[in-house]
């Protein structure tokens, strides 16, 4: 029979009590880094030097570093059992990243020594060639077990299942899965095969279990939504460690998007513990679990620890990131405009309704193709990835906001497409799915009460530069998104066989940079063309 000790005098009655076969294992796990080397500010944008002379920065490799060391260290000196591991996306979301292309990633978490990391969808956006260069330059395990990899000649022999950790003379298992939608959120190509993430972690449980492995870790990237499912679903794991949705979880924070940990019931009554770590590198989490001498869990808790001023960076890693960062440092620097406050353009808001920093990024966009014809702006909502602090603005920002080198397309779809097209982007909003549409030259309106597919309604456009009328379905309209969404990422099929597509334009954050440059002091708002029922 398993038990569960959840509150503190339960903890206190375990400390004092327990028998001497009891194991304890502390979980030290990170999720969505992103390529934030360096510190970061509130927005998750990297940190201005003068918030960093305020001490007002979080996370950084340096920080990060400092931290998982000294606990790992003295949770070690001390006689505990202690991993490391990474649940996904180092690449991806800052100018390391556009510069080095992962490079800097793989020299980081090498340093690091994590004991295992899944692999995350953004680390196929330099295709299987670019998480080859990854994989080449690191030796820890890279784990996904619901990938057939089989067929690539790149990555064959490359990604494992699983990996088994023999600590403190215990076996761990750690499994692992990746979203299923990763084709249509990256670019994995046709030679990665995708199968479903329950049945693939139930296959590696029963591997495992006949191995003789009775302690089972799934480390996943896959969302909390779907991490609380896999936990509900599959018999034999023990604790479920996760990415993806980049939610922060706490033990303490009145202000989390859930508790850490998150007790999920299967049906045989096993209580099965799910955690995140917010993302950036802003925090750092902390799962402790208790196996009795069957393998049975029978206590898991531990918190999200935030890496602000008061964690001393690694001065060697620390002296690291200011070299790799010299040649990039003056782009970053060169401020481009001004806002008089901040824009908005945080995951929270950008993926469920009309945000200031999808108005600024489509509004810049339409400005610079409006002599062409087009008058309509779509663009997806998981490609703004930072918010941009009040006052000068920074080139470096800018690329923080928007750091996918994604180019402007312009093509032509009928007024049935873009109705599919604002249908797809509100069918994720459970998940907080990054097709989410925001726009220029559009008004709708969207129902999250109604099922997927019937959301949307009241879709009006631009006619003439100042009349709003009702979409005609039958119409051709002229259409500027990014070349991402133009070829069917986030889910946007219906734009692929558009007509007179060109995707070459100038690069989305040039874009913006140059409408900021022109429009400032810009002044954030929202204006109603994006209405939640």
Known sequence: MKYYLLGTAAVLALTAGAARADYTLHVLHIN???????????????????????????????????????LRDSLRAAGENVIVVDAGDQFQGSLMF????GAAEAEFMEALKPDAMALGNHEFDDGPEGLGAFLDKVTFP?????????????????????????????????????ATDTPETSSPGNSVIFQDDIDSLKADVATLEAEGVTKIIAVTHVGYKRDQEIAAAVPGIDAVVGGHSHTYLSATDPER?????TWVSQESGALIPVVQAGAYSKYLGHLELTFDDSGALIYAGGN????????????????????????????????????????????????????????????????????????????????????????????????????FQNTLSTFTVTGADLVAALENGVSTLEDGGGRFAQVSGMKYTFDPAQPAGSRVSEVMVLVGGDAWAPI???????????????????????????????????????????YLAKTQPYTPFVDGRITRK
């Open 32 to 70: 969505d880094f992103h390529s934030r080397i360096e510190p970061i500010g509130a927005s998750g944008s990297t940190c201005s030097a003068e918030d960093a002379a305020e001490n007002k920065c979080f996370g950084g490799i340096a920080r990060l570093s400092a931290k998982v060391n000294a």
């Open 98 to 101: 556009t510069t080095y292309r």
């Open 142 to 178: 890279v784990i996904s077990g619901n990938l057939d990899v089989s067929q690539s000649n790149v990555l064959a022999g490359r990604v494992q299942n699983h990996v088994v950790l023999e600590v403190g003379g215990e076996k761990i298992g750690i499994i692992s899965a990746l």
């Open 257 to 261: 998007a859930g508790p850490y940990p």
């Open 304 to 403: 999200t620890i935030l890496l602000d001023a008061t964690v001393a960076p690694d001065a060697a890693i620390e002296a690291r990131v200011k070299e790799l960062a010299g040649p990039i440092e003056e782009l970053k620097a060169r401020v481009i405009g001004e806002t008089a406050a901040e824009i908005d353009g945080s995951r929270e808001t950008c993926r469920q309704q009309e945000c200031q920093m999808g108005n600024l990024v489509t509004d810049a966009m339409l400005d610079r193709v409006k002599d062409q014809g087009v008058t309509i702006a779509i663009t997806n909502g998981g490609g703004l990835r930072s918010s941009i602090d009040a006052g000068p603005v920074t080139m470096g920002e800018v690329l923080g906001v928007l750091p």
């Open 472 to 514: 005609d379905p039958a119409a051709d309209y002229n259409v500027v998104s990014n070349n991402y969404v133009r070829g069917g990422g986030d889910g946007y099929r219906m734009f692929v066989d558009a007509r007179n597509a060109y995707d070459f334009g100038p690069d989305l954050a040039d874009v913006t940079a140059e």
